[in-house]
């Protein structure tokens, strides 16, 4: 299977902004400040007070999370990322170019495959992952046979291990 596809700044934000959410470590820094709020509020206020008080912290922390990602992920703008993509499953790799790199993973090497709203996302290293817009296949059906073909690569890889 062969994909092509130009990854835009608002790709690169959307993925960071779903991994963060989905990370337990920052999920639990930010319930842990709402407890404080919640624990630092008079006890006079109210319950119902004092749980929208740390509701409205934990929504603004991860709003100053989101904020401080979009200007961080801007000032490190990298034209080698943000450009034309061509992902290819082949036998033995997952291939990737752009008109900087060609690079070659091959299939005991990739860890997973993940599909989330507005992307697929093959992590090739814990920290490291190729992210594919939706928009890069022609329907649903072609994105859910991209991933299926991935985990059947990754899986059989790790089977021949």
Same mark, same amino acid.
């Given at each position: 299977?062969?994909?092509?596809? @130009?990854?835009?700044?608002?790709?690169?934000?959307?993925?960071?902004?779903?991994?963060?959410?989905?990370?337990?470590?920052?999920?639990?820094?930010?319930?842990?400040?709402?407890?404080?709020?919640?624990?630092?509020?008079?006890?006079?206020?109210?319950?119902?007070?004092?749980?929208?008080?740390?509701?409205?912290?934990?929504?603004?922390?991860?709003?100053?999370?989101?904020?401080?990602?979009?200007?961080?992920?801007?000032?490190?703008?990298?034209?080698?990322?943000?450009?034309?993509?061509?992902?290819?499953?082949?036998?033995?790799?997952?291939? @990737?170019?752009?008109?900087?790199?060609?690079?070659?993973?091959?299939?005991?090497?990739?860890?997973?495959?993940?599909?989330?709203?507005?992307?697929?996302?093959?992590?090739?290293?814990?920290?490291?992952?190729?992210?594919?817009?939706?928009?890069?296949?022609?329907?649903?059906?072609?994105?859910?046979?991209?991933?299926?073909?991935?985990?059947?690569?990754?899986?059989?890889?790790?089977?021949?291990?």
């Amino acid at each position: 299977m062969h994909i092509e596809y @130009e990854t835009k700044f608002r790709d690169i934000v959307l993925f960071n902004a779903m991994h963060q959410f989905l990370s337990p470590l920052l999920q639990g820094v930010l319930i842990l400040f709402a407890i404080f709020t919640f624990m630092s509020e008079p006890k006079e206020c109210g319950l119902v007070v004092r749980s929208i008080a740390a509701l409205t912290s934990y929504v603004a922390m991860w709003a100053l999370q989101f904020l401080f990602n979009v200007a961080w992920l801007y000032s490190r703008k990298n034209d080698s990322m943000l450009t034309h993509h061509t992902i290819e499953i082949q036998d033995r790799a997952l291939l @990737e170019e752009t008109k900087f790199n060609k690079s070659l993973f091959y299939w005991n090497g990739v860890i997973k495959v993940i599909k989330r709203p507005g992307f697929i996302a093959v992590y090739v290293a814990p920290h490291l992952a190729h992210v594919i817009p939706i928009r890069a296949f022609s329907s649903t059906a072609q994105g859910a046979e991209f991933t299926a073909l991935v985990k059947q690569k990754i899986h059989a890889a790790k089977s021949e291990s």
